[in-house]
């Protein structure tokens, strides 16, 4: 079935689908761990956190473990992308309570050490590209996994639901055909601890899922109407949400960031802006701004952090340039774009390194309305690894995240290489991971 092609008749829920329910609804009565769903607003997570809304309403008062609704939130998401979300998210915490359903929702978000702007403008990261790509494991992963690990140490462990299909793609489809399923359709997830993960309509082709959302109305109100536009409108792949590496990169996605460098062409927005959302045009004029930033000359440092020569962090006047520029925009637009604390942490990065008179992005926001309260320091402090570790891949031109994944093999998968075998072993499990990042790059390059 074409998204061209969808209308909205009412039918009753499909034997296929109340297969998939018979068999969620085994899965949840069979222990008590919570349940988390990734839930991106995209058209798969939603037909799962549908399912699972529909199988809690016909549990009644069997239904007793917390079921949790789990949403990310970069900062720069494409603004009516975010508000549908947002919208959706309120509907179902509203439904869900009404009907006394213990299904609650949570939306999760980098701080201001881990957004976009804090790196880009506050420590003059260049923005991210298929080889340099900080973001993810930033914005997405670390603010969905820390909620994962709040819930999972309140309980013990977790199930994470995933709206994954085998049919969506031929790398996704191999990888699930590759993993270790229990005979309850679980897996273990190979980074979060304590978390099992299933994959309840990993058999549903794109047409089963489409049937499925304009044939049932939505259990929290409304319909899907926005979510089938949203497809009509925009061009680009599902952007799940992402708790680990594995999942391919998001740029070019429906679901991506307005501000992504990592595609040459966000079809996202261009898709949006096609079908009359001209107003988001400027977005896009300042996305390509930037990828020019990336190697316009008299922009970067000549010198890396760590002295060597090579292109090094935006130069001062270049992020107050940026700086200056997203508030005219933001202005401009009369659209939110920076959030409070992510100016305050601008400040203080400017004054660790070259502002030290503390005023120069608190100037810039002023001349734009924005009065910027300055929290103690102790309060926007990455952890010193952290910070380590993505200065160092910097300075190297190397991939933070691939960097990160290269460590934690090293010690949790090989914490001797003393080992008969362990050396050619760790090699091996480096050597995949190349291959895997190269895989993941060339698939961004035809995003
Ligand atoms: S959409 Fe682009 S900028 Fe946003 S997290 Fe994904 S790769 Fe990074």
Redesign the pocket.
């Known amino acids: 079935m074409s998204i061209a092609s969808v209308t909205t008749p009412q039918q009753p829920i499909s034997l296929f689908s109340r297969a998939t329910l018979a068999s969620l609804e085994k899965l949840y009565l069979a222990d008590t761990r919570p349940w988390i769903v990734a839930f991106s607003g995209g058209k798969d997570s939603t037909v799962v956190l549908q399912l699972v809304f529909e199988m809690l309403l016909g549990l009644g008062e069997r239904a007793t473990k917390p079921v949790i609704a789990l949403s990310s939130d970069?900062r720069?998401e494409a603004p009516n992308v975010a508000a549908y979300v947002a919208t959706a998210l309120r509907k179902i915490d509203e439904a869900a309570k009404a009907l006394g359903l213990g299904l609650s929702t949570q939306l999760v978000g980098p701080t201001a050490t881990e957004s976009?702007w804090g790196k880009l403008i506050g420590k003059g990261y260049p923005p991210?590209s298929r080889w340099f790509?900080w973001?993810?494991s930033n914005?997405?992963i670390k603010p969905s996994r820390r909620a994962i690990d709040a819930i999972t140490r309140q309980h013990g462990s977790v199930i994470l639901l995933l709206g994954s299909r085998i049919a969506e793609s031929t790398q996704r489809g191999r990888t699930m055909q590759e993993r270790e399923i229990n005979s309850r359709g679980l897996n273990p997830h190979h980074e979060i601890p304590n978390a099992l993960v299933a994959t309840p309509i990993a058999d549903w082709t794109t047409d089963d899922v489409w049937e499925y959302l304009v044939s049932n109305p939505c259990p929290w109100g409304g319909n899907h109407n926005f979510l089938v536009s949203l497809y009509r409108q925009a061009s680009g792949g599902e952007?799940p949400v992402v708790f680990d590496l594995n999942t391919p990169?998001?740029?070019g996605?429906r679901f991506?960031?307005w501000?992504?460098?990592?595609?040459k062409e966000d079809k996202s927005l261009q898709g949006f802006i096609r079908s009359g959302e001209d107003h988001l045009q400027p977005l896009v004029v300042f996305r390509d701004w930037l990828i020019e930033l990336r190697d316009k000359p008299g922009y970067r440092s000549d010198v890396r952090r760590d002295g060597n020569a090579g292109p090094g962090p935006f130069l001062p006047l270049a992020r107050q340039e940026i700086l200056d520029k997203l508030l005219d925009l933001e202005t401009s637009m009369a659209m939110p774009l920076i959030g409070d604390e992510e100016l305050a942490y601008i400040q203080r990065q400017w004054s660790d390194e070259f502002d030290f008179q503390n005023r120069l992005a608190v100037e810039i926001a002023a001349r734009y309305g924005r009065i910027i309260a300055m929290p103690d320091a102790g309060q926007m402090t990455p952890t010193a690894e952290d910070d380590l570790l993505e200065q160092a891949a910097m300075e190297a031109g190397i991939d933070p995240d691939l960097l990160r994944q290269a460590l934690d093999i090293r010690r949790k998968g090989f914490p001797s290489l003393d080992k008969w075998g362990a050396k050619a072993q760790f090699e091996r499990a480096i050597g995949d991971l190349l291959d895997k990042a190269a895989r993941q790059a060339e698939q961004t390059i035809q995003a």
């Not at 501000?259 to 595609?263: D, E, I, L, P, Q």
């Open positions: 970069t720069v976009y991210p790509r973001c993810t914005m997405k952007c990169s998001c740029g996605s991506g960031c501000t992504c460098t990592v595609v």
